[in-house]
Nanobody, 125 residues
Framework: QVQLMESGGDSVQAGGSLVLSCNAS????????MAWFRQSPGNEREAVAA???????YYARFTKGRFTISENSAKNTLTLQINNLEREDTAIYYC???????????????????WGQGTQVTVSS
C-alpha cells in the first residue's frame, strides 16, 4: 500500500499563496488517480481536487480557479497550488490515493485506498 506524506501547510494571510506537496512512497500510487481533500473544524471532509491517470483534473466549485492540482511521476509527488487564499480555506488538507485509474467527480471515499496524515493550512485576515 502506498504511503503518503504531506507538507507545505502554513499560517498565511488572506490573499497569499501556498504549495502543498504530497510525497508518495511508490511511483505515484502505481499510476492510479490521486486527490486532495480538506476538513475544517466542525465540518465534514470534502474533496478539493483530483487528477486521473490520464492527467484529467477535477475541482470543487469552491476552488474558483484558485487551486491547481498536478503530479510529477518522476518525483512521486502530488502538489496543490493555492492562490488568493481565503479564510474559508483554513483546514487540514489530506492527500489521497485512489484505487482506480480514474477518480471521477465528486471523488468518493470508497475508492480511496490510502490517506496521508494531513497538513494544516490557516488563513488569517
Amino acid at each position: 500500500q502506498v504511503q503518503l506524506m504531506e507538507s507545505g501547510g502554513d499560517s498565511v494571510q488572506a490573499g497569499g499563496s501556498l504549495v502543498l506537496s504530497c510525497n508518495a512512497s511508490t511511483t505515484t500510487n502505481g499510476g492510479n488517480c490521486m486527490a486532495w481533500f480538506r476538513q475544517s473544524p466542525g465540518n465534514e471532509r470534502e474533496a478539493v481536487a483530483a487528477i486521473d491517470r490520464d492527467r484529467r483534473t477535477y475541482y470543487a466549485r469552491f476552488t474558483k480557479g484558485r487551486f491547481t492540482i498536478s503530479e510529477n511521476s518522476a518525483k512521486n509527488t502530488l502538489t496543490l497550488q493555492i492562490n488568493n487564499l481565503e479564510r474559508e480555506d483554513t483546514a487540514i488538507y489530506y492527500c489521497a490515493a485512489g484505487s482506480l485509474l480514474r477518480c471521477g467527480w465528486p471523488v468518493k471515499d470508497r475508492i480511496i485506498s490510502a490517506w496521508g496524515q494531513g497538513t494544516q493550512v490557516t488563513v488569517s485576515s
